[in-house]
Structure formats: C-alpha cells, structure tokens
C-alpha cells in the first residue's frame, strides 16, 4: 500500500492563507454571538456575512472592503426607502430601485462589494412595503456589527505583516540579475549570443521578476500601514523603494545592452587599431571584466552603502571610453554599450541610507589634569 506524502508544491494554501480563514472565522463567530445576545436575532446571518466578507490579507484593506461594503449598503437603502414609499404602483416602484441600484453597483469605487448594493435595496424595498421597519433596522445593525467585529479582528488578531515575501522577490531579482550580467559577459568573451548562453526568455524572466518585486514590495508596505505588530516597524526600513528603483533600472540597461550583443555580438567585429592590426578581444576582455564587476555590485545592493568597487569600476570604465586610454571605441555600437553600462553603474552609485540607529550614549571623559566634583 503506498503512503501519499504531502510535498509543500502541492498544498494550494500556505500560512498566511490559513491566519487570513481564522481571522475571518473568529469574525464571524463573534459577530453572531453579540447579534444573538445584544440584538436578539435568531439567525443573523447578515452580520455574519459582513464579518467573513470584509476581512483581507491587510488591514488597510479590510478598512477599504469594509468603507465599501458599507458604501453599498448605505447607498442600497437610500435608493430603496424613497421607491418603496412614494412610488405606486409597487412593481414601477421596484423596477426602478433594480434599475437605479444595479447602476450604482458598477461604479468602480465599490469594486466587487458593489453585489451588495442591489442585495440590501431588494431587501429594503421588501421590509419597507411591507410595513416591516423594526426588521429593517435589525439587518443594518446586524451588517455594522460585523463590520465592526471584521475590523478589530483584522487589526488585532495578528494581523500579517509580509516583509519576509518582498525581502525574498528582491533577493530573486538580485539573483537574476547577478546571473545575467555574467552570462553577458560570457557571451562578450565568445562563448555566442545572449540568448544562446542565457535562453531564448531571459528578457522576459527580467521583466517578470521585476513585476513580482514590485508588487511583493508594494503589498509589504501595505501590510506594515496600521499595523499594531512590533514585527512591522522593526523591519520598515527593510523594504526601501530606491532598492527597487535601483534594481529595475539597473534590468533595464541590462536589457537594453543584450540587445544590442543579440544584433550584432563583439567577438568577430574586430575593427582597425591605428597602424592597421585587428581589434578584437581588445575591447571585449575589459569589457566583459566590467560585467563581472556590475554584477557583484547588482549582488551587493541591498539597501546600505554601495559596493567599494564601484568607484574603481566607473573610473575604468571611463578610461575605457577616453581615446588613447586602452582599446580604442571604434564603433557606435560599443559606444552604446558603454552607454548602458555607465547608467547602470550610475544607478547602484546613488547612496542609500542605512536604517537610523538610536545614538549610543556618550560618557564624558574626564581629563587627569582636572579632578571630579564629586566628592
């Protein structure tokens, strides 16, 4: 008989998705059994409902879906109230809060919560014409409570704080990177063409770890806003937007220079010294020396002082760029390489600050030649 084993790959639904159900369970369970006690409803599920609905991976966003789903009800009730009273006959009158109310629903601002828009319209119209306000005010009082309880569980029962994704997504994209400037230089010293050393997809692999990183750093900044955990603002300073800034602009002249090797690559574009003798590898050996070296730098970028060997790589590869100062550029193409690979170095020079740290306290130092004045 064989034993299945669960392989973390196959299980759909991690940590974080497993706080997220809890949080919304606790919601709900909180919010029948104060409709149950407090309003002596029988079977709130309206509260219930709201409570499960609202609670997010955040709570910035809780507070958005909540603001929404409040929105819509709001706005579902004021559509409904008005019909339900002074329009005759009832079927005009309830055509025109299904009209007026599924319009309303398709505003963007309420996003999905718009459903409940026409829900609680329908369900306004019925308890109003039929005489039924006492109900009425159970259900909206139901759905604040649960707002109310989805709210506090969001913001106090752990709420995540998702620093450890984004620090991964960077350290991926710094990774990548690291790996395609040494596969760029190994194509520059002739081992073929970037995508022949790297893959026909490595442009789009960029791209797409640049994506991921933006959206795990945009969502880790997201979950440290009103945030009651000691975690989050202990590890703010981890998710430094110019780090990103950096890193992408840094892919986009990786890019650009892949390019530009996959049209027409250095080794065979010898070109002319002076005196007539061929070029080549003259260009391309510094050349690939300095991908090396933007590549430990790209490695090293992680929020501090940038590399010590980016001073000595900008100053060689101005060197490289000066006639009469090593292999000559003969061509634009190089030109452009040389372009590309200045602004990335450019990019990982510009200094970002580490984190503040409280200031040691200082102890005067008292000289030999003057005594205390303690005694």
């Known amino acids: 008989m064989r034993t299945a084993r669960m392989t973390a790959p196959a299980i759909p639904f991690g940590r974080a998705e497993c706080a997220d ?5 606790v919601a709900a369970g909180l919010t029948w059994q104060a409709c149950v006690t407090l309003l002596h409803a029988p079977h709130p599920y309206a509260g219930a409902v709201a409570a499960l609905l609202i609670v997010e991976a955040t709570v910035v966003r809780t507070v958005a879906a909540a603001t929404r789903y409040a929105a819509g009800c709001l706005l579902g009730v004021a559509v409904a109230v008005p019909a339900a009273l002074y329009v005759e006959p009832g079927m005009a009158g309830l055509a025109l809060v299904v009209f007026a109310s599924v319009l309303l629903a398709r505003h963007e601002f309420l996003g999905h919560h718009g459903l409940h828009l026409p829900t609680t319209a329908l369900i306004t119209f019925a308890l109003v014409r039929g005489r039924h306000p006492a109900e009425l005010v159970s259900h909206l009082a139901e759905i604040m409570v649960g707002l109310a309880f989805g709210l506090a569980c969001s913001a106090l029962l752990f709420p995540a704080v998702r620093v450890r994704s984004a620090e991964r997504a960077l350290e991926r994209l710094r990774t990548l990177l690291a790996h395609h400037l040494d596969g760029l230089a190994d194509s520059v010293t002739g081992r073929g063409r970037p995508r022949e050393v790297l893959g026909p997809a490595w442009h789009h692999e960029l791209d797409t770890a640049v994506a991921q990183a933006r959206t795990a750093v945009e969502e880790a900044h997201e979950s440290v806003r009103w945030n009651v955990r000691p975690t989050a603002r202990r590890r703010r300073w981890h998710l430094d937007r110019r780090v990103l800034r950096v890193l992408a602009d840094v892919e986009e002249q990786v890019c650009a220079t892949g390019r530009l090797l996959d049209e027409q690559p250095l080794v065979g574009r010898a070109g002319t010294r002076a005196g007539g003798t061929p070029r080549a590898g003259g260009f391309a050996q510094p050349y690939a020396r300095l991908l090396r070296t933007t590549a430990l730098c790209v490695y090293d970028c992680r929020g501090g002082r940038p590399h010590p ?3 000595a790589a900008r100053h060689a590869l101005a060197r490289l760029g000066i006639p009469g100062c090593g292999p ?3 061509h634009d193409e190089d030109r452009h390489l040389l372009h ?10 510009t200094s970002i600050p580490t984190p503040p740290r409280t200031p040691a306290r200082r102890h005067r130092a008292l000289s030999p030649l003057q005594p205390s004045q303690r005694r």
């Open 21 to 25: 159900a809890a949080r919304a369970t």
């Open 309 to 311: 060997a980016l001073p």
């Open 328 to 330: 000559p550029v003969a």
């Open 340 to 349: 590309h690979l200045d602004a990335a170095l450019t990019s990982l020079t």
